[in-house]
């Protein structure tokens, strides 16, 4: 895995060995980053379900102000603490090694607010959709937010949240698609 563009461009970062991370493909990442390239200069990112924290990391590597970092797995978190390092980046970001509701109260609490939201669980958990709607819930979005929600393709969110909607999706293969989500219009 490496980092695609920005300050960083090229660096390899390491991802968790195993079957319990699926790290976002370099091709799905690359077009993930082309479409939100205007949106991510100055902006505060949250990578929930992190894994290796690809998604934040490009993110920052692109010019984001800072992102936050959740996983649950002790490996990934290990995995994200040392890409952090290896790229210098300590003091833009910030992780929690907790489960995702965990988290989110914790950054609720101190009053964190979140301009890009990537959410990657593992496919056919079923918290997809919770964890967009508790983001929102809890106050977390800021105004303008984007939340990039990775899926299985044969499973769409089903975001039944009367101000969230799916404004876009894109599919990658048989396997993976994104739905972008906003505030509803």
């Known amino acids: 895995m ?13 991802a968790p060995k195993g079957l319990d991370t699926r790290p976002t493909l370099d091709r799905v990442k690359e077009s993930l980053f082309g479409i939100l390239q205007f949106d991510i200069y100055g902006k505060r990112v949250l990578d929930l379900f992190a894994g290796s924290g690809a998604l934040g990391l490009e993110a920052v590597s692109r010019g984001a102000e800072s992102a936050a970092f959740c996983d649950s797995a002790r490996d990934s978190i290990d995995i994200v603490n040392a890409n952090i390092k ?4 300590g003091n833009k970001c910030r992780v929690y090694h907790c489960d995702w509701e965990r988290a989110v109260s914790m950054m609720a609490s101190r009053g964190d607010r979140f301009d890009i939201v990537f959410i990657d669980p ?14 929102y819930d809890k106050g977390l979005l800021a105004e303008g937010f984007i939340i990039a929600l990775e899926h299985d393709s044969k499973l769409p969110p089903m975001i039944e949240h009367d101000k969230l909607e799916i404004y876009d999706v894109r599919h990658y293969g048989e396997l993976t698609a994104i739905s972008f989500i906003r505030e509803r219009q």
């Open 86 to 89: 290896k790229l210098g980046y």
């Open 122 to 135: 593992p496919y056919g958990a079923g918290i997809a959709d919770k964890a967009a709607a508790t983001l």
């Open 2 to 14: 490496r980092i695609i563009a920005g300050d960083k461009r090229g660096c390899a970062i390491s």
